[in-house]
């Protein structure tokens, strides 16, 4: 599936900033949620919130303040997405 170049930059640039031993396992998993994610929307191309919401949905809760770092520090806004949810912070 095609991606958002922008959004496609962004994300490459946040992997590689992940920890080396879980780099790609990241990209793997997040990858194919967030095309998951664009093709329940029918959308033609992933975005900035499919890839948001692929990373809140299955982070584990030890890396989930580092996920919420990098996201911040690469430019995705996951707040105008209504994340986080459940609470968390």
């Known amino acids: 599936m095609e991606w958002n170049p922008q959004v496609q930059e ?9 920890p080396v031993f879980h780099r790609g396992i990241t990209e793997n ?3 194919l ?3 998951e994610n664009a093709i329940s929307r029918k ?6 919130q499919d890839v948001v919401g ?3 949905s299955d982070v ?7 996920m919420i770092r990098l ?5 995705f806004d996951y707040k105008k997405y209504g994340f986080p ?5």
């Open 29 to 31: 998993a997040v990858t």
């Open 54 to 56: 692929a990373f809140f």
């Open 71 to 75: 996201l911040e520090q690469n430019g």
């Open 33 to 35: 949620k967030a095309e």
């Open 10 to 18: 962004k994300f490459k640039v946040m992997i590689a900033k992940i």
């Open 43 to 48: 959308a033609l191309q992933v975005e900035e």
């Open 85 to 89: 949810k459940n609470g968390r912070k």
């Open 60 to 66: 584990p809760s030890p890396f989930y303040s580092m």
